[in-house]
């Protein structure tokens, strides 16, 4: 029993779920569901559709190239069942999961701080103009001023002493 | 030669049946519809056919049975004996030849009629000749019934022959009733023949076939004879006779030497001799069977010396049991090695022989050394073998064990898997973990290759790469995103304030153009205080307007108009703007497009009721929907 990838969004296709095609060179195709099934059937190039794992991929919008991304490998050559590789493989792939998750997560929040720059530029900038919105210009100036009077006067008080 | 197809022989029909099937059959296959005043021709045409295809029917049929049924003259001497003594040659060739001279008699009424009705000037006498004509038919089959009824049952009979091969190895046992000749061919074979005590049990001819010597045999089991002469055998008997007398076969003669059968030894004696010029160019054995009742040495001297003489002419005698399979083996090796040795020896005799032989070479290579090479034979065959001739128990088979554990029994084919460690060999593999293949995975350096990841890890972690960003920002910024979604806030709740009030009023749409009244319709209009008001014209003014000389338009100028910025682009801000406008208006275009409308507005249906969708039958299932 094996997870299959859909060929054309790459989720998961559980066994009992989705569809396999089959064509007539022999390329197998399996979708995970019939959304995917209808756009393959009507030309649509999953590198370009946008909410495809490819699309995102391709784009660079998520992580590529990494170690811990190779770790999940389909190999041709079945391995004899040995209890401890076994064992320690499952291990090894609960640890694999949480530092892939980790770099994945990284990997977007990198790419979003761009638009977090922008944003603050544009908060700034908002503010700088249309502050009179919510504050009054001169809100505060009477009592500064008042202050000012007052510091004016002890530094006289403080000079003539 | 004609050996299976005894089996493929038609069904002959009852002269009933025959004559309804072709009567049904010229009424579906012609034209039925005819009036009296098409053509004359035409008329003549539709009845002759119809005649013509009645006797082509019977005359096809007929002849199929006169091939099928097989030529007494070309068959093998055996089956044309064998049908002899079961069917009686000669009603078989009557028969036939009453079927031959039926179809003979039908193509000539067929024929008469056909002429006669050239001459038929009416629909009715065309119609009364052809009736005539058919019904001729049908009485000539009608007399043929008894001759069809025959010819059913040998066809029957026929095909329910066993299928002997003449000229294949045959053994032969012959011998009187119930003297063992049934059993012992159901030891030797996988023939079940019955085996009773009564006698003639066996009624006709049985074959069973054997392998000796990695070639096929034909066993042949025969009813028992009794001794009268040739003239006042009955059928069953004579087909053994005639088993006997034409099958080149090695003949085994079966003796009760316990008299069981209710014929004494010396009674066995007298029928042997009597049939033994059958027996003349055929090997030949003879069996004295039920040895476990009484063997030979516990008989009396008389019927010992019987068995003494017939050793003493030269006759193989061998002690046989059926019951205890005593000595079955070696009558089949001695019977068989006799009837080989006995075809090649004739094959020698023939003349074909040298042609064959001269072809033939035997080569035996001569030894180069002294050096000795045996034949080699692996260890595993000579243990196998040596296990099959000492009967040794085999390894269990998946098979006992299900019998031994009944319904508890689950087949684990894990059991057999060849692992590294063999206590291993019960787990439940897991496969799958959290959408994720295990055996993906599955690399013996792993475990390295994780050290490494981790290390990799703790470095980009001391390199600060996962710290959270949010404790970089301070407080200021924090405080003016705040402002800022205020100030947002704040300001498109203005806007929807200002969307609410009407500033402008109603307002003329911009293609209004600016009207200046001429004294008269000044005089007419109300409203005199607007002197520049623009109005919109009425229709037949702006009519009027065009058929006289055109005045440049008196409102606005032709730069002003051209200074206007076009509809798609005003009010747009920027780029940004732009683009969302342009998308909007595809979007609520799409569906339009999609659709083929012309615009909004357009609500034409081309085809109301298409009729292909709300018309005609459906080709499977009911049209209670559309």
Same mark, same amino acid.
């Given at each position: 029993?094996?997870?299959?990838?859909?060929?054309?969004?790459?989720?998961?296709?559980?066994?009992? &779920?989705?569809?396999?095609?089959?064509?007539?060179?022999?390329?197998?195709?399996?979708?995970?569901?019939?959304?995917? &099934?209808?756009?393959?059937?009507?030309?649509?190039?999953?590198?370009?559709?946008?909410?495809?794992?490819?699309?995102?991929?391709?784009?660079?919008?998520?992580?590529?190239?990494?170690?811990?991304?190779?770790?999940?490998?389909?190999?041709?050559?079945?391995?004899?069942?040995?209890?401890?590789?076994?064992?320690?493989?499952?291990?090894?792939?609960?640890?694999?999961?949480?530092?892939?998750?980790?770099?994945?997560?990284?990997?977007?929040?990198?790419?979003?701080?761009?638009?977090?720059?922008?944003?603050?530029?544009?908060?700034?900038?908002?503010?700088?103009?249309?502050? &009179?919105?919510?504050?009054?210009? &001169?809100?505060?100036?009477?009592?500064?001023?008042?202050?000012?009077?007052?510091?004016?006067?002890?530094?006289?008080?403080?000079?003539?002493? | 030669?004609?050996?299976?197809?005894?089996?493929?022989?038609? +069904?002959?029909?009852?002269?009933?049946?025959?004559?309804?099937?072709?009567?049904?059959?010229?009424?579906?296959?012609?034209?039925?519809?005819?009036?009296?005043?098409?053509?004359? @021709?035409?008329?003549? #045409?539709?009845?002759?056919?119809?005649?013509?295809?009645?006797?082509?029917?019977? #005359?096809?049929?007929?002849?199929?049975?006169?091939?099928?049924?097989?030529?007494?003259?070309?068959? @093998?001497?055996?089956? $044309?004996?064998?049908?002899? +003594?079961?069917?009686?040659?000669?009603?078989?060739?009557?028969?036939?030849?009453?079927?031959?001279?039926?179809?003979?008699?039908? =193509?000539?009424? $067929?024929?008469?009629?056909?002429?006669?009705?050239?001459?038929?000037?009416?629909?009715?006498?065309?119609?009364?000749?052809?009736?005539?004509?058919?019904?001729?038919?049908?009485?000539?089959?009608?007399?043929?019934? *008894?001759?069809?009824?025959?010819?059913?049952?040998?066809?029957?009979?026929?095909?329910?022959?066993?299928?002997?091969?003449?000229?294949?190895?045959?053994?032969?046992?012959?011998?009187?009733?119930?003297?063992?000749?049934?059993?012992?061919?159901?030891?030797?074979?996988?023939?079940?023949? /019955?085996?009773?005590?009564?006698?003639?049990?066996?009624?006709?001819?049985?074959?069973?076939?054997?392998?000796?010597?990695?070639?096929?045999?034909?066993?042949?089991?025969?009813?028992?004879?009794?001794? @009268?002469?040739?003239?006042?055998?009955?059928?069953?008997?004579?087909?053994?006779?005639?088993?006997?007398? @034409?099958?080149?076969?090695?003949?085994?003669?079966?003796?009760?030497?316990?008299?069981?059968?209710? #014929?004494?030894?010396?009674?066995?004696?007298?029928?042997?001799?009597?049939?033994?010029?059958?027996?003349?160019?055929?090997?030949?054995?003879?069996?004295?069977?039920?040895?476990?009742?009484?063997?030979?040495?516990?008989?009396?001297?008389?019927?010992?010396?019987?068995?003494?003489?017939?050793?003493?002419?030269?006759?193989?005698?061998?002690?046989?049991?059926?019951?205890?399979?005593?000595?079955?083996?070696?009558?089949?090796?001695?019977?068989?090695?006799?009837?080989?040795?006995?075809?090649?020896?004739?094959?020698?005799?023939?003349?074909?022989?040298?042609?064959?032989?001269?072809?033939?070479?035997? $080569? !035996?290579?001569?030894?180069?050394?002294?050096?000795?090479?045996?034949?080699?034979?692996?260890?595993?065959?000579?243990?196998?073998?040596?296990?099959? /001739?000492?009967?040794?128990?085999?390894?269990?088979? %998946?098979?006992?064990?299900?019998?031994?554990?009944?319904?508890?029994?689950?087949?684990?084919? *894990?059991?057999?898997?060849?692992?590294?460690?063999?206590? /291993?060999?019960?787990?439940?593999?897991?496969?799958?973990? %959290?959408?994720?293949?295990?055996?993906?995975?599955?690399?013996?350096?792993? !475990?390295?290759?994780?050290?490494?990841?981790?290390? %990799? /890890?703790?470095?980009?972690?001391?390199?600060?790469?996962?710290?959270?960003?949010?404790?970089?920002?301070?407080?200021?910024?924090?405080?003016?995103?705040?402002?800022?979604?205020?100030?947002?806030?704040?300001?498109?709740?203005?806007?929807?304030?200002?969307?609410?009030?009407?500033?402008?009023?109603?307002?003329?749409?911009?293609?209004?153009?600016?009207?200046?009244?001429?004294?008269?319709?000044?005089?007419?209009?109300?409203?005199?205080?607007?002197?520049? #008001?623009?109005?919109?014209?009425?229709?037949?003014?702006?009519?009027?307007?065009?058929?006289?000389?055109?005045?440049?338009?008196?409102?606005?100028?032709?730069?002003?108009?051209?200074?206007?910025?076009?509809?798609?682009?005003?009010?747009?801000?920027?780029?940004?703007?732009?683009?969302?406008?342009?998308?909007?208006?595809?979007?609520?275009?799409?569906?339009?497009?999609?659709?083929?409308?012309?615009?909004?507005? =357009?609500?034409?249906?081309?085809? +109301?009721?298409?009729?292909?969708?709300?018309?005609?039958?459906?080709?499977?299932?009911?049209?209670?929907?559309?």
């Amino acid at each position: 029993m094996r997870i299959e990838k859909c060929y054309f969004c790459s989720a998961p296709v559980y066994p009992g &779920h989705g569809m396999m095609f089959v064509r007539n060179d022999c390329k197998v195709f399996r979708f995970c569901r019939s959304k995917c &099934h209808k756009n393959f059937k009507k030309k649509r190039n999953p590198r370009k559709t946008r909410w495809t794992k490819a699309f995102r991929k391709s784009a660079g919008k998520e992580l590529t190239v990494d170690n811990s991304l190779e770790f999940e490998k389909r190999r041709n050559i079945p391995v004899k069942y040995n209890r401890e590789l076994w064992s320690k493989t499952m291990e090894a792939m609960k640890k694999v999961e949480i530092i892939k998750n980790k770099r994945q997560a990284r990997f977007i929040m990198n790419r979003l701080k761009k638009g977090k720059e922008l944003d603050d530029a544009a908060n700034i900038s908002e503010v700088k103009k249309n502050i &009179h919105l919510i504050r009054a210009p &001169h809100a505060g100036q009477a009592k500064q001023l008042e202050d000012k009077m007052v510091q004016k006067l002890a530094e006289d008080v403080e000079m003539d002493e | 030669m004609a050996l299976y197809n005894f089996k493929k022989i038609m +069904v002959v029909p009852t002269a009933k049946d025959f004559i309804d099937l072709t009567l049904s059959k010229t009424q579906r296959k012609t034209p039925t519809v005819i009036h009296k005043h098409y053509q004359i @021709h035409r008329i003549r #045409h539709f009845y002759m056919r119809k005649v013509k295809f009645t006797q082509q029917n019977y #005359h096809d049929r007929l002849s199929q049975i006169l091939t099928d049924f097989p030529k007494l003259d070309d068959i @093998h001497p055996f089956y $044309a004996d064998l049908m002899n +003594v079961l069917y009686d040659k000669d009603h078989y060739k009557l028969a036939l030849g009453q079927i031959n001279i039926a179809k003979n008699l039908i =193509d000539n009424v $067929a024929k008469d009629y056909v002429r006669l009705m050239k001459y038929g000037d009416s629909l009715y006498r065309c119609k009364q000749l052809k009736r005539a004509a058919l019904g001729r038919m049908c009485t000539i089959l009608k007399r043929q019934k *008894q001759s069809l009824e025959y010819l059913e049952q040998v066809r029957q009979h026929l095909s329910r022959l066993p299928t002997i091969d003449p000229n294949t190895r045959t053994l032969l046992l012959c011998g009187y009733p119930n003297v063992g000749k049934s059993s012992f061919i159901n030891k030797v074979t996988r023939a079940d023949v /019955e085996v009773q005590p009564y006698a003639f049990t066996t009624k006709s001819l049985f074959v069973g076939h054997m392998d000796y010597r990695y070639l096929r045999w034909q066993v042949v089991d025969t009813p028992g004879i009794l001794d @009268h002469p040739l003239e006042e055998r009955n059928t069953i008997e004579m087909q053994a006779i005639t088993a006997l007398a @034409h099958l080149r076969a090695a003949v085994l003669y079966v003796m009760d030497v316990s008299e069981q059968c209710g #014929h004494t030894l010396s009674q066995q004696l007298e029928l042997f001799n009597n049939i033994r010029p059958l027996f003349a160019n055929k090997p030949l054995i003879v069996m004295a069977n039920k040895c476990d009742v009484r063997k030979i040495s516990e008989l009396s001297e008389e019927n010992q010396k019987v068995f003494t003489d017939l050793t003493a002419e030269g006759i193989v005698v061998i002690e046989t049991s059926s019951l205890t399979e005593e000595g079955v083996m070696q009558v089949k090796a001695e019977a068989c090695d006799r009837l080989l040795a006995h075809r090649v020896d004739t094959k020698m005799k023939t003349k074909k022989v040298h042609d064959v032989l001269n072809r033939l070479h035997l $080569a !035996m290579p001569s030894k180069r050394d002294q050096k000795e090479r045996p034949p080699f034979i692996p260890e595993g065959a000579l243990l196998r073998r040596k296990a099959m /001739e000492t009967n040794a128990p085999k390894r269990k088979l %998946e098979r006992d064990v299900e019998v031994e554990l009944g319904d508890d029994y689950t087949l684990d084919l *894990q059991k057999y898997w060849d692992l590294m460690n063999p206590e /291993e060999k019960q787990d439940k593999i897991p496969e799958i973990w %959290e959408g994720h293949n295990i055996a993906d995975y599955i690399d013996p350096q792993i !475990m390295k290759r994780l050290e490494d990841l981790e290390q %990799e /890890e703790e470095l980009r972690e001391k390199a600060g790469e996962y710290d959270s960003d949010e404790e970089s920002e301070d407080e200021e910024m924090k405080e003016i995103r705040q402002l800022a979604s205020q100030i947002r806030e704040k300001r498109k709740l203005k806007i929807l304030a200002s969307k609410e009030k009407d500033t402008q009023g109603s307002r003329m749409p911009r293609t209004a153009k600016k009207v200046s009244l001429s004294v008269q319709q000044s005089y007419s209009c109300i409203r005199l205080n607007d002197s520049n #008001h623009y109005a919109r014209r009425s229709r037949s003014l702006v009519r009027k307007r065009k058929r006289e000389v055109s005045a440049p338009p008196t409102s606005r100028t032709r730069s002003q108009s051209a200074s206007r910025p076009p509809r798609d682009q005003s009010g747009v801000r920027d780029a940004k703007m732009l683009k969302k406008v342009k998308t909007m208006m595809k979007n609520s275009q799409k569906d339009m497009n999609r659709q083929g409308r012309k615009g909004e507005s =357009d609500r034409h249906v081309f085809d +109301v009721k298409p009729k292909h969708l709300l018309a005609g039958k459906r080709k499977s299932g009911s049209t209670s929907r559309r």
